[in-house]
Structures are given as C-alpha cells and as structure tokens.
C-alpha cells in the first residue's frame, strides 16, 4: 500500500473505531442502555479483565505456549499474588512478580 | 496518572511491536505513529498491518481496523454509568481514549471507597498509557527487534500481573466470580477459534450466563 493509502487507512479505522468509543456518551438512548444493564456490563468487566490475563499467560502469537516460558510467568503472578496476600501493596506486588519472573527466566536461560 | 503508571511498561512493550509491525509492513514512521494517535488500539493495528501484507485491499484495511475494536462499544457503554455528570460535548474528545486499560482501571476504582471523581482519574490513566503507546510505537519504529528478549518479556506481564491483583482484590459475590471465572477459562480457547474476538465472546457470555439466572 501506498503512504497516501494507508492514510486513507488509518483515517477510516480512526473514523470507525471514534464512532464505536462515543457513540455512548454522545448519544442518550444509548446512556440510558448503559444505567439499565449497569448489573450485566459490570459481569462483563470482570470477565475481560479475567481474559485478558488467561490470554496473556496462555497464549502465545496466537497458539497455545505451555512452555517453560509459561511456567515462569506463573511462578511471577504466584509472587505477585503471595506478595499482595501479605501487603495488600498492588505496586510492590505487582514489580516484585514480574522482577521474580524477570529473575528467573534470566537465571535459567529459558 | 499513579495507578496508570502501573501499566505504562506493559503499554510501551505492546506499542513496541505496532512500531515493528508498522516497519514491517512498509509503513511510514510518521504514519505509523499517527495510527496509534488516531487508533490507539495495538490489536486492531497489527490486524490491519498483517492484512495489508497479505495483499489486503484499502477497505478490507479499513474494516478489519474497526471490526476488531467493536469491544470499545461495550466498554463506553460502561463508563456512561460513572460518567453522567460529565457533559456529552466534553466527553466528545475524552471517548477517543476509552481502551481496555482506562476502562478497567476506572471500572475497578469506582468499586472502591475512595473519593475521587472517576473522571479525574481516568484523565490520570489515558495521561500515562496514551504517552507509553506513542513512545512505544516510536522506540519499535527506531530500534526494530533489537529490543532484548529479557527485557520484552518482563515489561509484557505488568498488565495480566496487574488485572489479577484487580480481580483478587476486587471481586465480590458468586456472580463476579462466576463471571471471572467463566472469562478466564473461555478466552484462550474463543482466541483460538476466533483471534481477535475471543475476550469480547467469552465476556459478553459470561455476562448473559450470570445474569440470566438473576431475572
């Protein structure tokens, strides 16, 4: 594609995706949707921010990586999780499992 | 801007591969990074990148861009419910921001007890992850795959680290944590089947499976 073109690209993807983020806000019946089934998006949230971990953890460009590279990530949330059991500290838990993930892939050359 | 800073490393990482991607696939630095200005969604530009290489056509470019961030839709219609007090016309320029981030950083915020106007902090979260996407995408434009593995690998695992001390911390009563559940057992096998739309699949399932039973 040419430069010209993947602006035109950009530009309609841009366009697109605007309309998808505000419609929403910027429209009132849509805002009325959203106070009804507040219960139902509230399920909703839960479950991508489950699936975006399971996807992070399992998957790999696109197939399933049950490597030793997915051991170690869970070995750095099973840290992170213990860490923030005792601390209730999301940031200290948070860079002490993925350091010790970090530190672990580096220590085993994986 | 503190509570994004938490996922500023996992931002820049993903934004690093769009700067690959983009160079990969013959884009323009300067194209390039206005896709994540203008887009500011990693998965829709890798899926119009990969298309375009595939001798994709200018529409199909342009379809798959939009097709692929449908989920932005159910994500705004949430932050309606913690955004009435905020004028349409000012959330008009706001709404660009909405990414899974943003969205569920204020989603789990408003859950707290804490005051704080959500809007506020949402402003704090796209403040961080929107400068960690630009300068992303322009280290993957300049340094190409250089970027030691090690490092890549440790900056990817601040997002799903940083959700799962979310929902440990947040998730309250059988319906959350059958939705939780349900979202984390089903994504990576719908991802498989479907790449692309499998988180949004198995959330809106989730939802509709723990909410039926309520009616």
Known sequence: MTNLEWLIAVGGAAAGTYVLRAAPFLWAPLREAGRKYADFLSYVSFAIAAGIVSKAMLLQEGRFALGPETYIKFAGLAVALGVYRGTRNIPLALFLGAGAAVAIRWMSGA | ?215
């Open chain 2, 1 to 215: 801007m503190r509570a994004g800073s938490s996922v500023v490393p996992t931002f820049v990482a993903i934004f690093i591969g769009v700067g690959i991607a983009a160079e990969v696939a013959g884009v323009a630095p300067v194209t390039a990074l206005l896709s994540t200005a203008a887009v500011f969604a990693a998965p829709a530009q890798f899926a119009m990148f990969d298309l375009a290489m595939q001798d994709g056509v200018l529409l199909q470019v342009i379809s798959v861009g939009v097709l692929v961030n449908l989920r932005f839709f159910v994500m705004s219609l949430t932050l309606t419910t913690f955004f009435s007090h905020v004028p349409p016309s000012r959330m008009a320029c706001w709404a660009q921001f909405v990414s899974a981030s943003s969205y569920l950083m204020t989603f789990f915020q408003s859950r707290r007890d804490e005051r704080l106007d959500l809007f506020d902090f949402y402003r704090g979260v796209i403040f961080m992850t929107f400068s960690a996407a630009v300068v992303g995408t322009a280290i993957g434009i300049v340094i190409g795959a250089r970027l030691p593995a090690l490092l890549a690998f440790g900056a990817t695992l601040f997002l799903p680290i940083y959700f799962s001390l979310l929902l440990v911390g947040e998730t309250r009563g059988r319906r959350e944590v059958g939705a939780a559940m349900i979202g984390l057992v089903l994504t990576p096998p719908l991802e498989l089947l479907l790449p692309g739309w499998g988180i949004f699949i198995a959330a809106v399932g989730a939802g509709i499976a723990v909410s039926v039973p309520k009616r």
